[in-house]
């Protein structure tokens, strides 16, 4: 029977394939027509092969671009032709330019965020701001403007990394340089110092997050068939799109209009170089040239300006560090063509030096970018869509309203183009003999687009990323932080690398970096808006502010002159000298801080670790003659205990001596200044006793403390310490960059607050409680969605082009199961014929049914009266085509939706097919030349094989999980696994109903909770009262929902007859207590099939439910996996060439 049960399991399984592609449906109408035609290209899938395969869509594509150059996806209206094909290419972007637009449907998915800017438009707005556009780029003052203000942010960018380098920390490098792009982008293209990467801009961190998300929403929704219909009810993905959306555009129309201002109040005094000045001064000429009209320019060059340079550095530094050969040669090049570094010169006086004349020398760079930008590009994907019917020079026909895709990504990956070593990173390709570099055909290398729109901003995003690249080699080596991490990018319009790229820098040459972050000084200037100080007057502070990263904005007070903002410093006392003025402010400022933050309040007992220590110092001070502390005790070294007494301390531990759990003491705060950087145990000494909670604290540097210490210093109670080896010498302080290092206190008070975070928790909430409306659209008919819906209304999609592409998937689905699962007896299990048919399905009467956190559960009416016609044809010595027929399914499916927060924003669907009412599943199963069915006997067989695969496979609480996006993802929190196990006995049978003609039937019992894991008792002859008393053990996944099925049968020398069928509800019962159950015996569990309604006996059974613990459950699940490796094993070997109905009485 094993040849059977392949076959409807094959059947089950397809089916299943089809419902969960429909089920994402949900809400589409299907009509019946047809785009088959031979001079089309492969087609390869559908939409929902890309939505599969979303997380790795580009390396998807490259796969099948490596068998076909063109190949087709069908979707919604149309059909979408994908090449690589550089003739193909050609065609499209420029010898039959005219006849490719952008498309309507291309529009309406990326208007809300690009407007009307250059990317968006075709036609006349296209070559308005083509013109505008080539004119501004071509300018010298635009060219000169612009490297200047690479030159500056690459400094920046050498200094950020320089203290993650000083400190052996990993850093995110795409991070930073999209924080650096960014900065130049709104330099270059506003005017305005937005200070992204200095960590002062929160608007700017909040900027770049909402453009990202934004930019990978509208690109989720070229494979989300219902983004119109999420939009229309702002739910999901698009509600957050809004948001973000809303975000972007008041900063950018607000800038806009600033600076609008700034040109109507001061046209003489305002700088023109930046893009936004000179677009201004042109609007004035064209009245259509509004802010809204503006805004969409500037969006559409901040995407080409920061992302296109940011991502492609960020692969750039990742083939760098996965080959350190090439790395060495590109700094090679800059020591040649710029000169080496004096150790401790600036960054500033090396980073001036990269000039044109140094640009255009650089010709292995520039090779290597360019060979970056081949393996990833930019934009991985970019397309058309035809205007008219065209053929294509590779044969293949496109219909008017057809998309065309040129696949980029792909294209740097096959060797029909670049040769057998195209997957190799190898600049040497882009360099003649000479070692200058030799471009390619822009058809070929499609990076920069080609042909009438090919990118203007080519040779500015050369010049800004040989800038930085040559700014951060000549200073750092970089590696990868973890080499065995593999990075991926995230599927966006750009190519982003998912979740940053994590390196390590060591210092190449000696940079000169001025540290120092307490002052004590003289004013020599000051300017115009600082009034509360003169000319001459003496004040201290620390210039030492933090970002909201916890980086150091600013160092540099071991100098003779700085220059500092004037709310970082206060008047010093007259009573103390410079040197003890500079020893305060940031010692006092973390000291007071932790005060504060710790609730101290007066008549409390204090506790200081570290008493002696900068910190410590003022610490044990300011709590007796600041704070009012009833008690204060201090650590410290044995040398200096006798000083720390001094300072007011009540008692002191040598900290060499001390065991903190033998303290008797408590005390209402412990002030740790040192904080042990071992695992060493922590000990409670505070009262009451209670676990107590460490208090981080966040630094805010002002001078506000220091004018609060004030009077304490002035009157004398608060004394400053300094070292008595003390002080020293300017020029033993300052050493060069590698041998200066600051000193981390590691009491924490790092900050990070006000940046911008898109908390998913609370995003995934918001769907949840927006999905519920989607209730209301079960109730709708087609013509009512239309009305509400309007223009958001989704496409139609034509069941006969989905069924094209599905029975593919389908098939590639299938069949390695099947072979998986082949008996040895059978050679070959594969489909001869495949098809849905011309029929769609009917969904109808969705209902949400839960809002679990992370899940959205959904049921459906599933109604397909098909027309499938699927032969599989089996090879066992004979051929046996098997035909599947005329199929009628009516049953309601369960999808479970996982979220995530990352787009798709689903990470896995969960199918399944509810058991009340039972699914129906009609159909005409026969042998090619007769049908199986009207063998006697064999209709029954059948029927109960289907169904007990069926409902082993997908009836709920069984389901089938599906992780979507190609992506391997933990899906054990989703699979069915064992609850606990019923204790059932099978005490006795009465009045059965007798089967045979001549004396008494020979009873046994069946007993199970999945119909495949079956157990039997032992043989009653000639009894319709029959005895058995045995205990099974049966498994129990969901006690809710499922269900004990017992069936009695008598045993005969053909076919055993089926005396009656109960079932016992598992809910019914409470754990760890047995109860003794009578059930009535029927003809089936399913009532419309019940003709003969006579007396049929009943049954007696004890059942207790057991509830598994953790252990329990870790058992069983390690127990069903050894018996499926076994079982699988023993089939490898040829052992199991039959189908177990059921296991025998276990006693025997």
Known sequence: ????????????TTLLLVILAFSYLILRIFIGKSIKNPQHPPVIGTVFNQLFYFNKLHDYFTDIALKHPTFRFVGPDQSELYTTDTRNIEHILRTNFDNYSKGKDNKDIITDLFGNGIFAVDGVMWKQQRKLASFEFSTRVLRDFSCSVFRKNAT??????????????????????????????????????LNCLEGSSGEGGAFIKAFDDSNAIVYWRYVDPLWKLKRFLNIGCEAALKKNIRLINDLVLNLISKRREQLGTNQHSIEREDILSRFLIESKKDAGMNDQYLMDIILNFILAGKDSSANTLSWFFYMLCKNQLVQEKVVSEIEKVV??????????????????????????????????????????????????????????????????????????????????????????????????FQPESPFKFIAFHAGPRICLGKDFAYRQMKIVSIALLHFFVFKLADESRKVTYRTMFTLHINGGLHLLATPRTNIMVVPGCDVAGVVVAKGEGVSKFNIGEEVYGNIQDFNNKGQLNSLGTLAQYIVVADHLVTSKPKNISFEEAASLPLAAQTAVEGFKKGGFRKGMDCFVVGGSGGVGTLVVQLAKQVFGASKVVATCSTSKMEFVKSLGVDKVYDYTKIRYEEIAERYDMVYDTIVAKDKSPVVDITWPPSNPKAIHSSLTVSADVLEILKPYLENGKLKPVLDPNGPFCFDDIVRPFGSFRLIEDGIGFGDVHGSFIWDFDYGGLALYDEAADIKLLGSL??????????????????????????????????????????PSGISSLKFSKLSLGNVAPKIEGIRIQSQKDGQITMDMDFRWGGDPDIVLGIEAGVSLPIQLKDLQVFTIIRVIFQLCDEIPCISAVVVALLSEPKPRFDYTL???????????????????????????????????????????????????????RLLLTIVKANHLKNMEMMGKSDPYAVAYVRPLEK?????????????????????????????????????????????????????????????????????????????????????????????????????????????????????????????MDAIDDPTH
């Open 1 to 12: 029977m094993d040849f059977l049960q392949i076959i409807f399991a094959s059947f089950a």
């Open 156 to 193: 920046k960018l050498v200094g950020v990394v320089s203290t993650f380098s000083d400190s052996n920390k990993v850093f995110d490098v795409q991070n930073l340089l999209m924080q650096s792009a960014l900065d130049s982008i709104f330099k270059v293209g506003f005017g305005v110092d």
């Open 339 to 436: 000169g080496n570094q004096e150790n401790g010169s600036r960054i500033e006086d090396f980073v001036e030096k990269i000039n044109d004349q140094v640009l255009e020398k650089m010709h292995y760079l520039h090779a290597a970018l360019t060979e970056t930008l081949r393996l990833y590009p930019a934009v991985p994907v970019d397309g058309r869509v035809a205007e008219m019917d065209d053929i294509l020079p590779d044969g293949f026909k496109l219909k008017k309203g057809d998309g065309v895709y040129y696949t980029s990504y792909a294209m740097g990956r096959m060797p029909y183009i670049w040769g057998e070593d195209a997957d190799d990173f190898k600049p040497e390709r882009w360099l003649n003999d000479n070692g200058v």
């Open 781 to 822: 008919d087609r013509d009512d969605l239309k009305k509400l819906c309007g223009d958001n209304y989704p496409e139609w999609i034509s069941f006969p082009v989905y069924e094209q592409a599905a029975t593919i998937i389908i098939r590639e689905s299938v069949e390695p199961i099947l072979e998986e699962y082949r």
């Open 926 to 980: 026969k042998a090619i030349g007769g049908s199986l069915t009207a063998i006697p006997g064999l209709s029954d067989m059948i029927e109960d094989t289907v169904t007990s695969i069926i409902t082993d496979m997908l009836q709920w609480p069984h389901r089938i999980v599906v992780p979507l996006g190609g992506v391997p993802i933990d899906t054990s929190d989703l699979e069915l696994k064992p609850q606990g």
């Open 1015 to 1139: 157990f039997k008792t032992k043989v009653i002859e000639n009894n319709l009262n029959p005895v058995w008393n045995q205990l099974f053990h049966l498994t129990v996944e969901d006690k809710e929902t499922q269900y004990a099925i017992v069936e009695v049968f008598d045993e005969d020398i053909g076919a055993d007859q089926r005396l009656g069928i109960a079932k016992l509800p598992l809910v019914d019962l409470q754990p760890e207590i047995e109860k003794e159950i009578e059930l009535r015996l029927m003809p089936s569990l399913d009532m419309l099939k019940i003709k003969d309604k006579k007396d049929r006996g009943n049954i007696i059974v004890k059942a207790k439910y057991h509830e598994y613990t953790k252990e329990e459950q870790d058992a069983a699940l390690a127990e069903e996996k050894k018996m499926l490796e076994n079982k699988e094993k023993m089939r490898n070997e040829g052992a199991i060439n039959s189908t």
